[in-house]
T-cell receptor, first 111, second 116 residues
């Protein structure tokens, strides 16, 4: 089983719609979680950290479900510029420096 | 300022060449990383430096040689590479504080390497 698993998509989303996707992680002791966004042929950029109570940053909402070991990302009012690959990243507490990356979920926002 | 810079942006080299990739950050971070990323795959960790000392080497072939001259700079020396080493090479940094188990990493724009 992979340490972090994501649905690769693509999720084709009409402009203005809402899209949500999850990732699951295997290490129940993991303490910190992040969503990165990666545009084609660019570097991953931190989108947001994910906190236990869930958190919101503008049109983006991240949730953490420790019991089921999954993290979700919801994008409201999708913009064309939201088209990217979203990487779920877990920082395992037992292995400093070795972030665990999901394979990424591709989102394509269409006009 | 959360900027990590990398040079060059693109590099084409032959299998007998020697070249170096450079990374720089001025955020006062004390941990720096090299990753390799192939198309449609997540980044793969290669090396980690903390306080200018190599702390993690993910069994990377010796044709890749990292160097950390000071706390702001990280180099990756390349020699006798193979075509399958063609990839995006990403540098990252993180603060490395007492809360480092919860830290995230900040990535540079990468060097796109093509080995012929």
């Amino acid at each position: 089983r992979k340490e972090v698993e994501q649905d690769p998509g693509p999720f084709n989303v009409p402009e203005g719609a809402t899209v949500a996707f999850n990732c699951t992680y295997s290490n129940s002791a993991s303490q910190s979680f992040f969503w990165y966004r990666q545009d084609c042929r660019k570097e991953p950029k931190l989108l947001m950290s994910v906190y236990s109570s869930g958190n919101e940053d503008g049109r983006f909402t991240a949730q953490l479900n420790r019991a089921s070991q999954y993290i979700s990302l919801l994008i409201r009012d999708s913009k064309l510029s939201d088209s990217a690959t979203y990487l779920c990243v877990v920082n395992p507490t037992d292995s400093w420096g070795k972030l665990q990356f999901g394979a990424g979920t591709q989102v394509v926002v269409t006009p | 300022d959360t900027e990590v810079t990398q040079t060059p942006k693109h590099l084409v080299m032959g299998m007998t060449n020697k070249k170096s990739l450079k990374c720089e950050q001025h955020m006062g971070h004390r941990a720096m990383y090299w990753y390799k990323q192939k198309a449609k795959k997540p980044p793969e960790l290669m090396f980690v430096y903390s306080y200018e000392k190599l702390s993690i080497n993910e069994s990377v072939p010796s044709r890749f040689s990292p160097e950390c001259p000071n706390s702001s700079l990280l180099n990756l020396h390349l020699h006798a590479l193979q075509p399958e080493d063609s990839a995006l090479y990403l540098c990252a940094s993180s603060p490395y504080t007492s809360g480092r188990l919860k830290e995230t990493q900040y990535f540079g724009p990468g060097t796109r390497l093509l080995v012929l």
